[in-house]
């Protein structure tokens, strides 16, 4: 698995290794980290091997599937490392779809609901074309993966390669690293430090949030089907960035306010999955609520944040 350290990558290991799969994971660290898999270290079944699949990627022994979880996937994240995040997105993919390819295997490519860009139809649907900016800020992260999806056809189309593509839309849940600049991340440690939850633009965009055990479930029904898609996975509880933080400052229980920053350049003013999909091909539909992700996350950061606290002390 590529990307196995990362936020989801990491969670889509454990799932695999629960069920009595092997799984090599393999991960440059730029921005996955070790201590995602930490856990998993001692399973004969496991492994982790730091390396950046833009550069190439081979694997003895048989493998059944490849998955394509590696990317930087925050904004911030992505906008720091433009031409890796390119990189990843096209010679990454090529990689792996050639790995996949020499031992016959099932391939995973991990999309996004950016491809949509800022959507002129809503909700979106996986016939929606989308509308993004080739040449803006976020293209090295949008167009990598729209230029992943198109190799992974062709692939498919001349070759024969078993493929498929998931359009993961905005995932949360532990393991989300606390400095990434994710709305759900920041809003998070804001409150728990007592400080201002920074609001991006008027807070009237809407994202919609999917618990990480959700999104897992997804990803692993498409895997184990024999479905092309892409399919978007993803959770239809579209809110508005302002009711997220609300959201957020209910389920800590935090004092702070908050405060409005700037709207990062193409910034989607809306965005929710049409999941109908996922539903009718793979019985897939997402079980945990706002309320309920989100404390289960802001225990998972407040553990993170007690941890250091002693490391410090
Ligand atoms: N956002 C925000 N405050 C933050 C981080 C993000 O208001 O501290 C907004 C951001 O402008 C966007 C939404 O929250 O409208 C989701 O941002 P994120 O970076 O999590 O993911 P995106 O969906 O933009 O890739």
Known sequence: ?????????????????????????????????TANVAHLGDNPAFELVVGDVSTGVDVSGSVGAVAHLASPASPPAYLAR?????????????????????????????????????????????????????????SVYDEAKRFAEALTSAHRRTLGTDTAIVRIFNTY??????????????????????????????????????????????LLALLDSDLAGPVNIGNPDERTISEIAAVVLKVTGSASHVVHRPLPTDDPTRRCPDITLASERLGWSPRVDLVTGLEQTAAYFGALTADEGRAGG
Do not use: K, W
């Not at 990362?6 to 980290?33: K, N, W, Y």
């Not at 809407?206 to 997804?218: K, P, Q, Y």
């Open 82 to 138: 433009p031409l890796e995040t390119l990189a990843v997105g096209s010679e990454g993919t090529r990689h792996l779809l050639e790995l996949a390819g020499r031992h016959g295997a099932r391939f995973l490519l991990a999309s996004t609901s950016e491809i949509y860009g800022d959507p002129a139809v809503h909700p979106q649907t996986e016939d929606y074309r989308g509308n993004v900016d080739p040449i803006g800020p976020r």
């Open 1 to 33: 698995m590529a990307g196995g350290a990362g936020f989801l990558g990491s969670h889509l290991c454990d799932a695999l290794v629960a069920r009595g799969d092997e799984v090599l994971a393999i991960d440059d660290l730029s921005t996955g980290r």
């Open 173 to 218: 849940g532990p393991r989300l690293s606390p400095g990434d600049g994710r709305v759900v991340s920041n809003f998070i440690v804001q409150a728990l430090a007592g400080e201002p939850l920074t609001i991006y633009g008027d807070g009237s965009q809407t994202r919609s949030l999917c618990f990480v055990d959700d999104e897992i479930a997804g």
